[in-house]
């Protein structure tokens, strides 16, 4: 039954949404030496979740050596892309502006 349970994790919460199908990839910086709390744990909790929603969709996470503000950059198939840091926010915040730009809203 553990398997249901991870199943269970998911397919729910936050992060369990489905993105417009004209995002093309999602590309999230955090570097070694900088302290972000919200931003690893967006990464090791709800990119996860985002990540089986969308297996078709290129994730990619860079971590530099050197210092660096924390990021995530959204890119769209018609060569546009938007991004922001993810200093001081919390993963519930990074999670929310994403799908604020990325998901479908619904009516």
């Not at 949404?17 to 919200?38: D, H, I, N």
């Not at 990119?47 to 297996?55: G, W």
């Not at 950059?73 to 502006?97: G, H, Y």
Request: a positive charge; glycine letters at 2%; charged letters at 25%.
């Amino acid at each position: 039954m553990k398997i249901d349970r991870i199943l269970a994790r998911l397919e729910t919460g936050s992060g369990a949404t489905k993105l417009l199908p004209t995002v093309e990839s999602l590309v999230l910086t955090l570097s070694q030496r900088t302290r972000a709390p919200g931003a690893r744990h967006f990464w090791r909790e709800n990119l996860r979740r985002i990540q089986y929603a969308n297996p078709t969709l290129p994730i990619v996470v860079n971590f530099p050596r050197k210092p660096c503000q924390p990021s995530l950059e959204i890119k769209f198939t018609n060569a546009e892309s938007t991004s922001f840091s993810l200093s001081q926010l919390s993963s519930e915040d990074i999670c929310k502006r994403l799908l604020e730009k990325a998901a479908p809203r619904s009516s």
